[in-house]
């Protein structure tokens, strides 16, 4: 599926959240969002799910609009994972992941041999499955945000925006899931995930978008979205570049005094 948002803006009283944003994101590629706190990006990403109505501009799935395609549709086709989850609920790890095949049932229908299948697949891939059992308001913050993964991956959407997956990850976790959704991308599907790793983003996106102020200040490659003058207006930072093993790594190294 293709998302395409045009001219997209969003307002709350006086104060534009996003401006003009024009970005389209495609099957088979993952991109990362990235940005400062408070640049927009989960903003983004919830106009993007059709979670909100912009001020202006227009959000499309396949060129169809989302009153067009319908909610349903929707939430069949674009998995959503929030960066706040609700997480206070006294529902099992398993029946939370089952809550991600609802969009696949027909009303008052069992869940099929497909749906427990997708259901046992996401627990694996997130490294779940001895966590099945357990309240999710008795997981760590970690383990609680694999878990809310795994319901978005037992969707198997065509499209996956995750907001923060690895943000209260450890280091084993946090490459575990970037290497899961670029398996997810390599499928066939879309990826968008907001990002504030940027060694990470460098490492595993295709392609990275930089949010500033609600405004798109670079896209593109992540060598030349993470170049010393766009890490310096976006985020007062100086970081090192590098090559290991054949790939690129940035590493934020010094704040530069916003002065
Ligand atoms: N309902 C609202 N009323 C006023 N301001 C809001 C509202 N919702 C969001 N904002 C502001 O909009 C800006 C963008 O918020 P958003 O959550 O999209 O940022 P973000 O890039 O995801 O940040 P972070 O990296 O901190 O998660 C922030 O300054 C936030 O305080």
Redesign the pocket.
């Known amino acids: 599926m293709r998302i395409e948002a045009t001219g997209l803006s969003?307002r709350?009283?006086d104060?534009l959240?996003?401006r003009d944003v024009g970005l389209a994101f495609g099957a088979g590629e993952m991109v990362g969002l990235i940005?400062?706190?408070?640049?927009?990006?989960?903003?983004?990403?919830?106009h993007l799910a059709g979670l909100a109505v912009p001020a202006a501009g227009t959000v499309t799935y396949d060129g169809q609009s989302l009153r067009a395609l319908g909610r349903a549709k929707l939430a069949r086709r674009l998995a959503y994972l929030a960066?706040d989850a609700e997480a206070q609920w006294p529902i099992r790890v398993d029946q939370l992941v089952r809550l991600g095949r609802l969009p696949h049932r027909r009303p008052l229908a069992g869940e099929s041999a497909a749906d427990l299948a997708a259901v046992a697949r996401a627990l694996a891939a997130t490294d779940c499955e001895r966590l099945a059992g357990r309240r999710l308001d008795t997981l760590s913050g970690g383990e609680r945000m694999r878990a809310l993964l795994a319901r978005a991956l037992a969707v198997e959407a065509e499209m996956l925006l995750a907001?923060?997956p690895v943000a209260a990850l450890d280091p084993y976790h946090q490459l575990h899931t970037m290497e899961l959704l670029r398996d997810v991308a390599a499928r066939g599907a879309g990826v968008v995930v907001?990002l504030?790793d940027l060694t990470l983003a460098a490492r595993f996106c295709d392609r990275l978008v930089l949010?500033s102020g609600?405004r798109v200040m670079a896209a593109g490659a992540p060598r030349a979205v993470l170049s010393d003058d766009n890490l310096a207006a976006a985020y007062h930072i100086r970081a090192l570049h590098g090559e290991a093993e054949g790939a690129d790594f940035t590493l934020p190294w010094q704040r530069i005094d916003p002065a």
Not at 35 to 46: C, D, E, F, Q, S
């Open positions: 969003c709350v009283g104060t959240l996003l940005g400062p706190n408070g640049a927009g990006k989960t903003t983004l990403l919830r960066q907001d923060e907001v504030h949010l609600g």
